[in-house]
């Protein structure tokens, strides 16, 4: 059985050559005693709950002390892996949460991650944070003529629910997709508002921040090993440094969550994906792509690509290739090697895909894969943990963290401090987890079936 916790050494990414001294920061030489809260992971979730936890309260107090202890250094799994792609769900899951779970809740959870965009992009600015965040539109191309046809389809049927998020959404099925897109060989082409950014450098920013102002005892490098007792009496939090005492305990370890709460183990499965760094040689400019990208090769093999200010492109994907041999990728969470059946898919692809690159050069000059957390239901699971008093869970982002962990942690802190129920927190009903959930994921046969993705793997079983 997969031990379920983050391993050693991962592959360097792209995104970690910013990394300073604070990558192994730990506020405090000797591990704290005790804290009334615990956060457990320090990416995009943790630093999230830490943040709106330390600036939120309505009281106007910032929530008491709080420790967050992170296996690895400073945002070194999923969040300083991915594609810092930050695209909302307009029409590609949605369809199917409107046939699983009523319009209702599917357009809360599409407007939920289409609100991330601008609050994002206000918070950034707000706070000065050299991120590279880029407002930009997120181009979807489709080259296979069924594909193509499909996708006409659904954007057809979702017009006729009549939601004013889908005026943003541009969509061409036909010959011109080819020149509107820069992708050759494309049939339909569709784009709307979304963000890239470097999302270590905004995670390492907040942490900084927090840590300098006393508002929170950063531990890196100091693995989880269980959790004990209950809200009564206390929880002990035992790492390989010894024993944190805590009165709330927030999971934010997303693959790894079922490494300490075993009753996540059918609901979230640590599953990785591989992506890549593009460059070009000096002396050869090849078109700027101003926009991000989802690109379905004419085999249906997807890609998540976002432009670099510097001309260099992040890409990765490829699932299809890889999604059959399931010992590479599917309860794994080995992040020291590629994954074998895709490996060399990026040697010649901007060349291969996009028009006016055939003679750039383009090579991959880094490769590397991330785990990322499988929600059986491809919903993430937000909330109080069932049944565990003072615990709570944030974690299950699929390859779809970036449009709906901001809010959902601001969500959870909420929860927390001053304690609003759920329906009060800005979760959408989607996300919150729940017994029923686990319950379904534990209960079904189902198998995860063909990733179709949005731009990185998510699995598509439904029950
Ligand atoms: C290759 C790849 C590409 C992706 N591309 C995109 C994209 O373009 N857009 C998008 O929206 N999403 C993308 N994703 C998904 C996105 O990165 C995640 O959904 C998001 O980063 C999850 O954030 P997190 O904080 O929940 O998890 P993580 O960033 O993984 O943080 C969890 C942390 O918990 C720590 N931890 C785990 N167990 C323990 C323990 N027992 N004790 C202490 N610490 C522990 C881990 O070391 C880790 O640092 C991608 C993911 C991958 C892997």
């Not at 390492?204 to 693995?223: A, D, I, R, W």
């Not at 640590?270 to 760094?277: N, S, V």
């Not at 093999?301 to 699932?319: F, Q």
Request: hydrophobic content about 35%; some cysteine.
């Amino acid at each position: 059985m997969t031990k379920i916790h983050p391993v050693l050494d991962p592959l360097p990414a792209f995104w970690s050559r910013d990394k300073d001294d604070f990558h192994e920061h730990r506020t405090t030489a000797e591990l704290p005693a005790e804290a009334d809260i615990v956060v457990i992971g320090a990416g995009y979730a943790g630093t999230s709950v830490a943040w709106h936890l330390a600036h939120d309260a309505e009281d106007g107090t910032p929530a008491r002390s709080i420790v967050m202890l992170e296996a690895r250094g400073v945002c070194e799994g999923a969040t300083g892996r991915n594609g810092g792609h930050m695209r909302p769900d307009y029409y590609g899951h949605i369809p199917h949460y409107i046939e699983r779970d009523g319009l209702e809740a599917a357009v809360e959870l599409a407007e939920f991650e289409i609100s991330h965009v601008q609050a994002l992009k206000k918070f950034i600015a707000k706070e000065k944070i050299d991120c590279d965040f880029v407002l930009a539109r997120s181009v979807d191309v489709w080259s296979n003529d069924e594909a193509a046809a499909k996708a006409k389809a659904t954007y057809d049927a979702m017009l006729q629910h009549d939601l004013d998020y889908m005026d943003d959404v541009y969509f061409h099925h036909g010959p011109d997709a080819e020149a509107i897109s820069g992708v050759k060989g494309a049939k339909a082409v569709a784009s709307f508002t979304a963000g890239m950014m470097w999302p270590s450098k905004f995670i390492t920013h907040l942490l900084k921040s927090l840590t300098s102002q006393g508002l929170l005892n950063l531990q890196t490098f100091t693995p989880v090993d269980t959790v004990t007792g209950s809200e009564a009496s206390g929880f002990v939090v035992q790492t390989a440094r010894g024993p944190v005492r805590a009165k709330t305990i927030i999971y934010a370890n997303n693959a790894y969550v079922a490494g300490l709460l075993p009753e996540y183990r059918n609901a979230v499965i640590p599953c990785k994906g591989i992506c890549t760094h593009i460059k070009v040689p000096d002396g050869k400019t090849p078109p700027h792509l101003p926009n991000s990208y989802i690109e379905r090769s004419e085999e249906n093999v997807l890609s998540y690509l976002i432009p670099r200010p510097d001309g260099s492109i992040v890409v990765g994907g490829s699932s299809r290739l890889f999604s059959p041999f399931r010992e590479q990728w599917y309860d794994n969470v080995d992040d020291t090697t590629l994954i074998e059946a895709s490996k060399t898919y990026y040697d010649g692809y901007m060349q291969r895909t996009f028009a006016g690159w055939e003679e750039s050069g383009a090579y991959v000059d880094k490769a590397w894969t991330g785990v990322m957390g499988y929600s059986f239901d491809s919903n993430a699971h937000i909330g109080a943990v069932p049944g565990k008093p003072g615990q709570y869970i944030l974690a299950g982002f699929n390859g779809h963290g970036m449009p709906l962990i901001w809010l959902g942690g601001k969500g959870l802190a909420k929860m927390i401090n001053p304690g609003s129920p759920i329906s009060e927190s800005g979760i959408p009903y989607l996300l919150r987890t729940s017994q029923r959930r686990l319950d379904r994921a534990n209960d079904s046969a189902a198998e995860f079936g063909d990733i179709i993705g949005d731009g990185s793997l998510r699995p598509t079983s439904r029950s």
